[in-house]
């Protein structure tokens, strides 16, 4: 049995124990670094799939190319079209204006004939009632030429005043009227379908100012 003072010596010695770290490994003597592995040289496979992608590249290219091309060929053929139908279209459109009138003319060339006949056979004659009952017969064949193109006296109903589609040449104050009305009509005022084709000039009578 060891003697109680032999055990604090035994203590004493373990707490006299210097602790000494580790050194570290000397350079050289640790585990060297991995040095980066080279590379060799390119295998056939992988030149060739490099080729192939190469030549993909070039081939889309070229199809693009060849896409764009034909986009604007498509472009210019189309424009080409627009611009020889608004030619036409414009060629159409004068020709229409210029002889639109055509049926209308000949009708009326109709009634110059005969106009021209009545005058004949009235200096033939020295006769005044055929030349008028020619005259007559003139007119109303114009009237018909107007009506089938739907051109409408503008009737004057009540002598009531219209500014829409009467125009006052004349007018004259008078204490008969409360309101203007017309008077006298000193020239007939048409339609043509819906629309005023000629005012009628009339002659107005308004109320006296006081």
Known sequence: MKDPQDEKKDEKK?????????KPEEAGEGPKALAPAKEGPPTP????????????????????????????????RAMAEMDNLRKRLDRDRAEYTQYALTDLLLELLGILDNLERALG??????????LREGVELIYRMYQSALFKRGVRVIETQDKK??????????TEESEAVGEPEIAEVLQKGYRLHSRLLRPALVKVVVPKKS
Do not use: C
Request: hydrophobic share 30%; charged share 45%; net charge negative.
């Open 45 to 76: 496979g992988a030149e060739e799939a490099r080729h192939h992608k190469a030549g993909k590249k070039e081939a889309e290219i070229r199809q693009l190319r060849r896409e764009r091309d034909e986009l604007k060929d498509q472009y210019l």
């Open 161 to 170: 005043f219209d500014p829409n589609v009467h125009h006052a040449m004349i």
């Open 121 to 130: 056979a009235a200096e033939a004659t020295g006769d005044g009632k055929s």
């Open 14 to 22: 373990d707490e006299d124990v210097e602790y000494i770290p580790e």
